[in-house]
T-cell receptor
Framework: GQQLNQSPQSMFIQEGEDVSMNCTSS?????WLWYKQDPGEGPVLLIA?????ELTSNGRLTAQFGITRKDSFLNISASIPSDVGIYFC????????????FGTGTRLKVLA | DGGITQSPKYLFRKEGQNVTLSCEQN?????MYWYRQDPGQGLRLIYY???????QKGDIAEGYSVSREKKESFPLTVTSAQKNPTAFYLC???????????FGSGTRLTVV
């Protein structure tokens, strides 16, 4: 099955730094979702994006729906230790199907 | 509190045995999903159900079976035909018309 490419695969950052990650595909998506997964737990929805160019924030998190509709970006500002985890993007190819293709994940580790 | 419960958290299976993973939700969601997660990969869809007594194969259904006799329950059976069953299994549900899933906390299956 198709998967989305996320980068970077993993990153170590210092507490207080900003973080950027992205998700790219050769396909056009109608909806982008960003999830965070804590170790040994299920993913939790962070942000949902519905339109090309849309920029949405959730606290220190900001995500953007790429203009080409083939990519999406997630930024975390002023990282804290509890930001550690795996961040997944998920894209819906066809509106209304509610079937998502998930990215390979970005593993974030924050050094205090 | 409403939520989605997976059990057990950890499961060990001998080769050649079938094993059933439980997923129960009290969110009154119509749709339920089973995903498999392997290290370094995105979530891959095994089976999904939009309504009671109906379910469809996902991208990697071979070696798995499901049932949806009740709205609240969507058990997954990993059969002996699944050649590489060791993985982290995630169950999810979705409310009608809602984007994004609510995930359970997962079951880690290990074949010994």
């Amino acid at each position: 099955g198709q998967q989305l490419n996320q980068s970077p695969q993993s990153m170590f950052i210092q507490e207080g730094e900003d973080v950027s990650m992205n998700c790219t595909s050769s396909s056009i998506f109608n909806t982008w979702l960003w999830y965070k997964q804590d170790p040994g737990e299920g993913p939790v929805l962070l942000i949902a994006l519905y339109k090309a160019g849309e920029l949405t924030s959730n606290g220190r998190l900001t995500a953007q729906f790429g203009i080409t509709r083939k990519d999406s970006f997630l930024n975390i500002s002023a990282s804290i230790p509890s930001d550690v985890g795996i961040y997944f993007c998920a894209g819906q190819l066809t509106s209304g199907t509610y079937k998502y293709i998930f990215g390979t994940g970005t593993r974030l580790k924050v050094l205090a | 509190d409403g939520g989605i419960t997976q059990s057990p958290k950890y499961l060990f299976r001998k080769e050649g045995q079938n094993v059933t993973l439980s997923c129960e939700q009290n969110l009154n969601h119509d749709a339920m999903y089973w995903y498999r997660q392997d290290p370094g990969q995105g979530l891959r869809l095994i089976y999904y159900s939009q309504i009671v007594n109906d379910f469809q194969k996902g991208d990697i259904a071979e070696g798995y079976s499901v049932s949806r006799e009740k709205k609240e329950s969507f058990p997954l059976t990993v059969t002996s035909a699944q050649k590489n069953p060791t993985a982290f299994y995630l169950c999810a549900s979705r409310a009608t018309g809602a984007e994004g899933y609510t995930f359970g906390s997962g079951t880690r299956l290990t074949v010994v």
